[in-house]
């Protein structure tokens, strides 16, 4: 990896100028930021753009310890960015098997180490319009609604992400255009991982299919299905719960089942449910819309908040009872009144 030695211009203006509306867009951002860098060419594009850019940056680059050779690979990637003008920090983690998979570990240990070593600053992650596609197409493969369809914010502090308008074909070229030399992570062509699958077969296919555009409509469909998400969010966050932590049905009965079911689903997580499902949303629901005095609907393993007594393996269940859907430990039977 090299300093940048070549001209702002072509793709790397385009990257350039994707990080300067970044900025004019939230200022609240301010001078001092972080960058997340990998070493491959979107991280290292987006670096020499933030050094251009700022008054103040520092790479972090973290060294998850998965591959021979990663910690030589994170050298590299701090000497390229000191050479870009930038001060550099390599953060060697701890990849824990939590169960949920080795990207998504590795995920979790890549976020902590960033937001441990950040001290305050916002972190700028290099995700492309490339990345909000293929996350838009596996949030529509898993069925959840806006939610998913919403994909990556630009903005969602501390996190910014000024490449998502930026296709990762210019990230490349951008980087031969500075003469910088990139490192293509073998992880991001090994086709075990679900994401590299659709990267490389998923999203071609559909290219191919309807024409071409299609990750740019998918990338347009995140940013659609965000503004309507924010919206119904707003509206959900407006209903309130009761002191005793229930929900009166009579205001829930008033409500579009689009804030009904949000209103229900901040309910369960506020009170300790981990991720409750659709199923689970179906089903308290139907204690408002759809009331016929059956019994409770188990929604989770845990516990509500602050409940005393309640171990991390209780369950849960939501009933009605006196005009209100209220949560409460399974040690009791039966329909609510």
């Known amino acids: 990896m090299a300093a940048a030695s070549g001209a702002w211009t072509g793709a790397a203006w385009t990257v350039r100028a994707a990080v300067r509306a970044f900025r004019r867009a939230h200022p609240e951002v301010g001078d001092e930021v972080c960058v997340a860098l990998s070493g491959g060419a979107d991280s290292l594009a987006l670096t020499a753009a933030a050094a251009a850019e700022f008054a103040d940056v520092t790479a972090l680059v973290v060294d998850h310890g998965l591959q021979p050779g990663s910690d030589e690979v994170?050298?590299?990637a701090a000497a390229a960015a000191r050479g870009l003008g930038t001060a550099a920090e390599v953060l060697v983690v701890?990849?824990?098997?939590?169960?949920?998979g080795p990207e998504a570990a590795a995920r979790t240990a890549r976020y902590a180490a960033l937001d441990a070593a950040r001290r305050d600053r916002p972190v700028l992650l290099a995700h492309t319009l490339d990345d909000q596609a293929e996350t838009v197409l596996l949030g529509l493969g898993r069925g959840s609604g806006a939610r998913s369809l919403r994909g990556m914010a630009a903005w969602d502090a501390p996190w910014g992400r000024p490449l998502l308008g930026v296709r990762a074909a210019d990230t490349r070229a951008a980087c031969r255009g500075l003469g910088l030399t990139w490192w293509d992570d073998p992880h991001n062509t090994d086709p075990t991982y679900t994401r590299v699958r659709v990267r490389r077969e998923v999203?071609?296919?559909l290219e191919d299919v309807l024409g071409g555009g299609v990750?740019?409509?998918l990338a347009r469909t995140a940013e659609l299905a965000r503004v309507d998400d924010d919206e119904l969010d707003r509206l959900a966050g407006a209903v309130p719960v009761g002191d005793d932590g229930a929900l009166d049905v009579s205001r829930l009965e008033r409500l579009s089942t689009a804030v009904l079911t949000r209103v229900l689903r901040r309910w369960?997580?506020?009170?300790g449910v981990i991720s409750p499902t659709y199923a689970h949303l179906t089903a308290v629901a139907a204690l408002v819309t759809d009331w016929r005095g059956q019994g409770g609907v188990a929604v989770g393993g845990t516990g509500p908040a602050g409940t005393r007594?309640?171990?991390p393996t209780a369950r849960l269940v939501a009933r009605r009872r006196h005009g209100k859907v209220v949560l409460e430990i399974d040690r009791a039977s039966g329909a609510g009144t």
């Not at 701890?94 to 949920?100: A, E, M, N, Q």
């Open 74 to 76: 994170a050298r590299r």
């Open 203 to 205: 999203l071609p296919l």
């Open 215 to 217: 990750a740019e409509g």
């Open 94 to 100: 701890v990849v824990d098997s939590d169960g949920s």
């Open 309 to 311: 007594g309640v171990g």
């Open 268 to 271: 369960l997580l506020s009170r």
